[in-house]
Each structure stands twice: as structure tokens, then as C-alpha cells.
């Protein structure tokens, strides 16, 4: 009898003990994310930088010239679930060329904003998220790019948050040009709005957490071999 009361006693005392452990529940959290870094390079100038220069632009119109552009996430958990994260640029010089495609791919490499130039860009990696953009919309405009899989990929650390590349998607053709207002722009500079779902486990520390789940299955199997045994003497 005593044998029993105690295998109860043991169940009761595992059941009260899990609950008390802080269990942290996923939560909705957003950011709007300013550029840590951004430069244009230009096909013209291989060798010159252009990383202070806002606007910073993209096109063809007298040479091929590209945008990159860096954001910090590093306060983003890991694990976190993105929702949306969208890439928004304040374009105030213009170029009419019709309706245009733009290309944003993920950066392969780092880079630095003070020395990037032509030559020394980085590649890209993987697949482009493109925009169709009618460039007959007169300037100023806002434009924007869904990055979502690109920040999921970066905080899953599935690749490395190299930043991105913006490019027109035929530069061989086209007399465009687009200037978005960089960070060293006096206003309405780059900026990424994420918004995320952190991870349940974020904030709990996982030894601890498995460490009192080992201690209650040991609990518990304890208290089931005692009243397993206790009912067959009884």
C-alpha cells in the first residue's frame, strides 16, 4: 500500500514540476531594418568606388552599372519564421525606358563599401527575385522588392548574408537609368522591413529543458516499477 501511494506521490510531484519550467511561446516581432552598407559600381569606371554616392543607380544608359546593398539581421533568431521582407527604395532619378525587369539576386562574397568597384564585385548565388517596373512612372516613387526567401535563407544560415545585388535584367539593351537614395542620402534612405514569428524554443535553454525532461521519464518509470512491483506482492 505504501509502495502505491508513493509511485502516485512520484507521478503527482513529475506532473507539478514540468509546468513551472519557463516555456517561452512564439511571438510576432517587426523591424524596419536601415542599410549597413550600399555602393554602386559602374562597367565605365572598373576601378573607381562610388560607395558615398546617393543616389545609386542601376541601368544602361551610358554603361552597365549595378547596386549592392547590406543589411545587419543578426538581431533576428535563429530558427526564427519569416513572414514578409520586403526591400523598399526611394527612386528619384529616372530614366523612361519602358517597362523593364529588375533583378535582385543574393551576393556570394563580401564586400566592402568603401572599396568595391567594377572589378572587384562579387558574384551572385542562386536564382533572382525579378520586379517588372514601368519606368514611365515619373520619379519620385518608392519601389520595392519581396526578399522574403532570401532574409528565411539568411536566418536559417543557409547561405551567408552577403547582402544583394540590384541590376537591370538585360543589360545589353536599353537606355536606363534608375537612382535609388542611398544611405548617405540626407533622407528616405534603404531600408528592409521584416516581420518574423520567432521559434517557441527561442530564449529557453535547451540543456536545462532536456536534462528536467530526462529527470521526470526517470520519475515516472520509477514510480511505474514500484506500483508494477508493489501489485504483485500485494
Not at 509511485?7 to 519557463?22: C, K
Not at 532574409?151 to 537612382?179: C, F, H, K, P, Y
Request: glycine share 6%; hydrophobic share 50%; with cysteine.
Amino acid at each position: 500500500m505504501r509502495a502505491s501511494v508513493w509511485a502516485v506521490g512520484t507521478v503527482l510531484l513529475a506532473m507539478s514540476i514540468f509546468p513551472a519550467f519557463p516555456v517561452v511561446s512564439a511571438a510576432m516581432e517587426s523591424a524596419a531594418f536601415p542599410a549597413a552598407i550600399d555602393a554602386e559600381v559602374r562597367q565605365n569606371s572598373p576601378n573607381t568606388n562610388f560607395g558615398s554616392d546617393s543616389p545609386m543607380r542601376i541601368g544602361t544608359q551610358t554603361d552597365v552599372r549595378r547596386v549592392f546593398i547590406q543589411f545587419d539581421l543578426s538581431s533576428v533568431e535563429s530558427g526564427s519564421g519569416i513572414i514578409s521582407a520586403t526591400l523598399s527604395l526611394r527612386a528619384v532619378s529616372c530614366t523612361s525606358s519602358g517597362v523593364r525587369t529588375f533583378n535582385v539576386h543574393t551576393v556570394a562574397a563580401s564586400w566592402v563599401e568603401a572599396s568595391v568597384t567594377w572589378n572587384t564585385q562579387p558574384a551572385t548565388v542562386g536564382s533572382p527575385v525579378q520586379k517588372v517596373v514601368d519606368t514611365g512612372i515619373l520619379c519620385p516613387v518608392q519601389d520595392t522588392f519581396d526578399v522574403t526567401e532570401f532574409v528565411q535563407a539568411w536566418v536559417d544560415a543557409e547561405i551567408v548574408n552577403n547582402g544583394m545585388r540590384l541590376s537591370d535584367s538585360n543589360e545589353a539593351t536599353g537606355a536606363l537609368l534608375r537612382g535609388w537614395v542611398s544611405r548617405d542620402g540626407p533622407s528616405q534612405n534603404p531600408h528592409l522591413d521584416v516581420v518574423w514569428r520567432t521559434s517557441p524554443l527561442a530564449g529557453v535553454d535547451l540543456t536545462a529543458l532536456l536534462m528536467l525532461i530526462a529527470f521526470i521519464v526517470i520519475l515516472v518509470a520509477a514510480a511505474v516499477f514500484v506500483f508494477v512491483i508493489s501489485g504483485r506482492i500485494g
